[in-house]
C-alpha cells in the first residue's frame, strides 16, 4: 500500500499556511487601504460614488477567498492533521521528548486553520456581504454611509487570518526541524 511521505505533507503544509499569512498581510496591508485612499467622507458629494465603486471592487477579494484561499485552508487542516495522527502513531518519535509531543505541536497548527475557517464564515463573511452589498445599497439595504468603517473593520478582523496561519505554520516548521 502506497503512502505518502509525512515529511511531504506537512512541508507542504507549512508552505499552505506561509501562503496564507503572505495574501493576508497584503489584502490587510495592501489591497484594502488601496481601495480607501482619498476616501470622501459620508456628507461629500462623492461619497455615493465611493462607496459603490468599492462594492463593485469586492468581488476581486471576496472570489480570490472563496476560490483559492478556502480549500488551501482545509487542506491545511487536513495536512496537519494527517501529520499529527502519524505523530502520534509512529513509534520511531518516541524515542526522543521532541517526538514523543510530535503530535500535540502539529494538532496545534491543524486548530489554527480550523480557527480561520470557522472565523472566515462566522465573522467575515456578513462583513464580505455588506461591502458587496455596497454595488447596489437600494438592493441590499447596506448602509452606504459606512462603506469606509466596513473596509477598516474588515482589515480589523482580517489579523485573525494574519495571525493562526502565522502561528501554524511556524509552530509546524519549529517542530519539523526540532525532529532533524
Not at 509525512?6 to 499569512?21: H, M
Not at 468599492?54 to 477579494?61: A, D, H, M, S, Y
Not at 472565523?119 to 455588506?130: C, T, V
Request: with cysteine; charged share 10%; aromatic share 10%.
Amino acid at each position: 500500500m502506497p503512502t505518502v511521505p509525512t515529511e511531504a505533507v506537512v512541508g507542504t503544509t507549512i508552505a499552505f499556511s506561509f501562503i496564507l499569512l503572505g495574501n493576508a498581510i497584503t489584502q490587510s496591508y495592501m489591497g484594502v487601504p488601496a481601495l480607501l485612499v482619498n476616501f470622501p467622507p459620508p456628507s461629500s458629494p462623492s461619497h455615493a460614488a465611493a462607496a459603490r465603486h468599492l462594492g463593485q471592487q469586492w468581488p476581486v477579494f471576496w472570489n480570490v477567498g472563496n476560490v483559492f484561499f478556502r480549500p488551501i485552508s482545509t487542506l491545511g487542516i487536513l495536512g496537519y492533521g494527517y501529520t499529527s495522527w502519524v505523530a502520534a502513531h509512529t513509534s520511531a518519535n518516541a524515542a526522543t521528548p521532541a517526538g514523543r509531543s510530535a503530535w500535540r505541536l502539529y494538532l496545534i497548527s491543524a486548530t489554527c486553520h480550523l480557527i480561520t475557517v470557522v472565523h472566515s464564515a462566522i465573522n467575515m463573511q456578513p462583513m464580505n456581504s455588506k461591502l458587496d452589498g455596497l454595488r447596489d445599497p437600494k438592493v441590499s439595504g447596506v448602509d452606504p454611509s459606512l462603506a469606509e468603517y466596513y473596509a477598516r473593520r474588515w482589515i480589523a478582523m482580517n489579523s485573525v487570518r494574519i495571525a493562526m496561519p502565522l502561528i501554524a505554520g511556524s509552530v509546524a516548521l519549529w517542530q519539523t526541524l526540532r525532529m532533524r
